[in-house]
Structure formats: C-alpha cells, structure tokens
C-alpha cells in the first residue's frame, strides 16, 4: 500500500502546460504519490480555476482538492458559493476554498477592484453564512453591496476556506479566520519562521487553537534529475517572474537589498521579457541567473532526492505544519516522495 502524506502537497498544472487536460493525468499520479492535498493556481489566459477544480474533482477520489487561489472579486458572491458548493459535493467534501490577493499589476490593467483586508474578512463572513444557510438581506460592506443573497435553506455546513499570505496583515486574517494559511515559495528561513508565528499569534489572540490553523510551506521543489532547461525555467525563470511582478514586496519581506532587485528590473534583456518562467528561452534564464542572488534561490528543494527531502523536512523545523512542492509535475516529484518515505 502506498504510504499517505496527508502533510505534503503539490500543484497541477505547475507553470504553464501545454494542455489543461493534463490536470486529469496529474492529479492521479498526485494521489497515486500519497500526497494529500492537490493544489490549483489561476491565470487568467488558460487556467480558470473552477474548471479544473471540476475536472481534478471528477478525476480523484481521496485527495484534498484547494484552489491556491482565486480572487473573491472576479466573481459574484453567489457564483463563487455555488462553484464552491457543487465542488464539494463532487468530491464529496474534498473541496477547500482558497484565497489570495492577486496581483495588483494585473488587476489595474484590467480593471479588477483592488482586493483589501476587509475585503477578504467580509466575504468570509459572507460565505460561511451562506454555507450555514442564512440568507443575508441588504448587505453593505466592503466587499459589496447586495439587496439578497441566499445560497440553500437546507445547507448547513462549516466552509473550510484558505488564504494565499504575504504581508503581515493578511497572515494576521489567515490566523483569525482560516483554517490553511499558505506562505509563498522563496521565503528565507527567518521569513518562514516569522510568517508562522505571525500566523498562530493571531489565532490564539482570536480565541482559536493555534494547531487548527495549518500553515503550508510553499517550497520550490526541482530537484537534479530534473533536466537542466526545466530546472532553469522552474528555479531561475519562476522566481524572476515574481520579481517582475511584485518584486519590491519579495524584498521588503525576505529583508533583500532593494538594490539588487532594481539592477535586475532595469537590466534590458531582463525588462525585454514579460514572464521569464514562461517565455524567457535558454539563454535568457541563463542572464536571468547572474542578475539573481543564489542567496535569493537557496530557500528551495534541489538536488538529489535525498537533499530535496532534506529542505522539506526542514520546513517542519522552521514551524510549518505542511509543505507544497511547488514547482513540479507529480511525475517529476515521484523520486523525492520515494525517498522522504524511506525516511
């Protein structure tokens, strides 16, 4: 029988596949692993994220299935509660529902509202209301104006809900309100250990149990026998598309130099490629390389598999109660969960 790491996780579709459909072949081999918990990241060009919930949920029996995240504003307060209901009961409860901010970037350039603090907890309340079976009249805060909102007089359940964190104030809601808090991938040690206490502070403060709140490492996982072009693209390539994205707020929580990040931003062959995991080519991740701290790069899982699992299980030392591989296939991490079982 296969050992179960209920304590482990990964996403599909890491990056940008060629096909969506892969999702159905991914998550198999993610519960064929043991892992507990199949995660599922959102673009907006080709990876909608009730979609492939669907599709992961019809295509599994056992593992935890958590979007890592969608935005609360792209949608109606009632679609996302139906979405989340009709998840749960295709995967007969396997469904969690989980949060983030996005990318303020993106969401300017489209003119997606920016998502505040208040925002999140008052959709929270909304949800878990919803999934009790309320009906909510004339609702006026600042997650929206709605006259009626009404989900099922029959439900009532408790809404298991996670949250993608970052900055402090939202680690704080992810402890009050939350039952997964998420960190982000490359988050130093001191980061992590911090992001964690800040974490269960709150939830104590909250009246909570600490241990009820899970907080999930999110670990870069690529290890050697991954080939050097895809290890590139998923190490160098991915962290410098989050620099390029919300760089100045990687710096300011990790306590980098601000002026690394700036050589790297305005260097023409990094500024000429608009996400280097995704469209930057060989030898552009190679430049990519020599602008990027291997300091900056060190808070991952590479190596041989036995070195991969040591970064793993030190995510345990620095506080975590779970790790996400991040990063790789199912298929590519299949020598690293063999050798963290021998362990």
Not at 40 to 59: F, M, W
Not at 195 to 217: I, Q
Not at 268 to 279: C, E, H, N, R, T
């Amino acid at each position: 029988m296969t050992p179960r790491h209920p304590e482990l996780g990964a996403y599909l579709l890491a990056g940008q596949p060629d096909s969506v459909r892969d999702i159905v072949d991914e998550v198999r081999g993610a519960q064929r692993l043991g892992l507990g918990t199949a995660f599922i990241s959102e673009r907006y060009n080709k990876k909608e994220a009730a979609v492939l919930t669907g599709a992961a949920g019809a295509a599994s029996d056992d593992i935890g299935i958590c979007t890592a995240a969608t935005n609360h504003n792209t949608r109606h307060p009632m679609v996302t509660a139906g979405m989340t209901r009709t998840a749960r009961d295709l995967t007969d409860g396997r469904f969690t529902l989980g949060l983030g901010r996005g990318i303020r970037l993106l969401q300017d350039a489209y003119g997606i509202p920016p998502i505040t603090t208040a925002a999140i907890e008052d959709f929270v309340g909304i949800m878990r209301a919803l999934f009790r079976g309320e009906t909510i009249v004339g609702h006026d805060g600042p997650a929206g104006k709605f006259p009626v909102l009404h989900l099922d007089a029959s439900s009532d359940e408790y809404l298991p809900m996670a949250l993608v964190a970052f900055g402090p104030r939202t680690l704080e809601l992810g402890g009050r309100l939350f039952d997964d808090v998420i960190l982000h991938t490359y988050f130093t040690d001191e980061t992590t250990r911090r992001c964690v206490e800040t974490v269960k502070t709150a939830a104590e403060r909250a009246g909570r149990d600490p241990e009820e709140v899970r907080v999930w490492a999110c670990l870069a996982t690529v290890g050697d026998h991954v080939p050097h072009p895809d290890r590139m693209r998923k190490t160098v390539g991915r962290l410098g598309t989050y620099l390029q994205g919300y760089g100045a707020l990687m710096v300011e929580t990790n306590r980098w130099d601000p002026a690394v990040l700036q050589r790297f931003l305005t260097d023409p062959v990094i500024s000429s490629v608009a996400g280097l995991d995704i469209v930057g080519t060989p030898d552009q991740l190679e430049h990519a390389a020599t602008l990027i701290p291997q300091e900056w790069l060190a808070a991952s899982a590479t190596g041989s598999p036995e070195q991969c699992v040591a970064a793993i299980r030190h995510q345990f030392d620095l506080g975590c109660d779970a790790v996400i591989l991040h990063g790789a296939t199912p298929a590519e991490l299949e020598p690293i969960i063999e050798a963290y079982g021998r362990r």
